[in-house]
């Protein structure tokens, strides 16, 4: 994480203090776990009506968004 904060030329020691700061690890755990109750195991991803999109192309989104659609009729 610090690379990729030095890349995008973060502010390193607000970052080094943000990571610190235990209210913010109580947001990335909080975070983590609700991603593994939702079965997430990467990122990005996406979620249609509270269920994970497994096609993560377009026709694979215009699919999934039609499907939904039609439920609604």
């Not at 991803?45 to 499907?67: H, T, V, Y």
Request: without cysteine; neutral net charge.
């Amino acid at each position: 994480m610090e690379e990729i904060a030095k890349e995008l030329g973060l502010n390193m020691e607000q970052f080094d203090q943000d990571l610190k700061d235990p209210e913010m690890q109580a947001r990335i755990d909080r975070d983590l776990k609700n991603g593994q109750q939702a079965n997430v195991r990467g990122t990005p991803a996406i979620f249609l009506n509270g269920k994970q999109l497994n096609q993560r192309s377009l026709p694979g989104f215009q699919q999934a968004i039609d499907a939904e659609l039609k439920k609604k009729k």
